[in-house]
Nanobody, 122 residues
């Protein structure tokens, strides 16, 4: 069993920055996928960024150039640096972990955190 705990959410004004963290309860192989998803009220959960084995990362188009996903395998921690935040980034952000083959599909991820709220005001 793997437990994921997110932190770092909060309220900021547009243009501000936040850094989300996701602490895993145990080691997860570096080639496994870890990702950030988000869900706004009344909307489906959507993928934001994926960290794959070999340092490969993927981002949804709307966050490219603003968000950076990274992982510290020694600390079993995943991060999401979010810069130049926009009101449309407001959502609950979730950390997820899954097997090496993964994409934006939520069903591919075996483990989920409880989420951390990000609110961006204009």
């Amino acid at each position: 069993q793997l437990t994921l705990v997110e932190s770092g959410g909060g309220s900021v004004q547009a243009g501000g920055s936040l850094r989300l963290s996701c602490a895993a309860s145990r080691y997860s192989p570096s080639n496994n996928c870890m990702a950030w998803f988000r869900q706004a009220p009344g909307k489906e959960r959507e993928g934001v960024a994926i960290s794959r084995g070999g340092g490969i990362t993927n981002y949804r188009d709307s966050v490219k150039g603003r968000f950076t996903i990274s992982r510290d395998n020694a600390k079993n921690t995943l991060y999401l640096q979010m810069n130049n935040l926009r009101p449309e980034d407001t959502a609950m952000y979730y950390c997820a972990a899954g097997p090496p083959f993964c994409d934006w599909s939520t069903w591919r991820y075996n483990y989920w955190g409880q989420g951390t709220q990000v609110t961006v005001s204009s």
